[in-house]
């Protein structure tokens, strides 16, 4: 499941006393800190990616090392898809989703609309639409079209998930500033927004997890990534079952790595609530 | 749940019955061969209009079966990872205008050559003073991610190399502009730059071949029974001069 169990409004009522949180698991588990165990499932995880990579270059060096040695760029173009496009898709998300709560019909439709046709289609179909699409009408180089192709279909999700924040905030938070003498404007960027930020934290962390990992389908539109550079060292050296296994680690140690930081910044941001 | 296990019971017997029929009769019935290809290598092998597998390679292994008597059973399988799909058994043999290479060999066997092709440049029509891979220093080169192509651009330093799943999807990044030159091999390059109306305008062929490389039925390391069975066929179909009747039909 990609988007947050949202509570409704009318459920959110009943709940008022209780602060809105939307959970998702689509990262990897993190350790909470009530979970204090040395063994658990993200230490074993993580911790045993890292000395399988280790035992095996050091015992099999060829072909180990060599995959080891030949996929560091691909790590960084990686990086910069999944970076540059959880930007892009933030910005993106940011206007549907205020865009999916307007009261204006023409926009509100206008991102609707986008959401709609955005999640009815699968990533790797959108990604070679785009990617080809784009080729035809503006001359972008591969990896900004990559970061677009991403971006805008992450948009989409983000979106929804910037409007379930946004509507995951009291009524009367609303109605409280609007009396103060706030216009709406003000109401939904000095009041709503702010506290809608905390809310979408959890779930934006979940989509970056989730970007990072679905960032290896570009290598289909021959972006030199991760699992590219696998695939090519792979088809050279036929070393196939090496070489993903590899890959797959890489990816493994990276998404923890990730998650554990998204958690602590998570349990962070709870701390100040 | 008595009929169903009646049911297993039979389709048991039944299976068994055509193994041991098998094994029986199989030096006397025509074996049949799987064979990969990946039909994405026009005028080679490709997929026309009505799903079927066709082209040069196709045409010419029929006749090979014709020849040396067994049938063929093609699978059309992505390029990338068509080698490791050999090396688990998931077919017996790889007919793909798969190059004869020491590095292949070293893990594969392949078959006596039946085609003498060459790798070859093509560039956008803009680029006229373009004369060999050199001369694209620091701009990116597509080829296709595993083929001899792709290791010849790999050779040349300074060129950058952007390898793709398919042929075509390089062409088509060609023609948006992100890549300044495809190889590949050379009745695959006049395919897509001398005969495809989208491409004919735009792209140019440059030159003349610059390898010389030789298409080879690819098989398990130690299969001799299926080298020696394909070398007696593509023997016969040159003796007969099958194939170059082949190379008028699809080759220029």
Redesign the interface.
Known sequence: MRLPAVPCRDKMKEENSKQPSLDVGDGAAIPTRSDRGLFTAWRIAFFGAIATLIYLAATRPDPYLNILKFIPDGILVTFKVTIGSILLALVIGLFTGLGRVARNKFINGAASLYVEVIRGIPLLVQLFYIY?A???II?V??IL?AIIAMAVCYGAYMGEIVRAGIQSIPNGQIEAALSLGMNRRQTMIHVVLPQAVKVILPPFGNEFIALLKDSSLVS?L?V?DLL?RG??F???S?T?FETYTVIALVYLIITLFFSKIIGIMEERASVNR | MKVRRLMAALMMCASLVMVTHGTASAAKAVKTVTIATDATWPPMEMVDAGKNIVGFDIDYMNAVAKEAGFKIVYKNTAWDGIFAGLASGNYDAIVSSVTITDERKKQYDFSDPYINIGQILVVPKTQKNVKSLADLKGRKVGAQIGTTGAFEVKKVAGVELKTYDEVGLAFEDMAAGRIFGVVCDEPTAAHYALQKQEYKAKFMIVGKTFTQESYGVCVQKGNKELTELFNKGIKAVKAKKIDEKLRKKWLR
Do not use: M, T, V
């Open positions: 080809y784009l080729g035809r001359h180089p591969d079209s289909i021959a030199a590219r695939r090519e792979a088809s050279e036929f196939y």
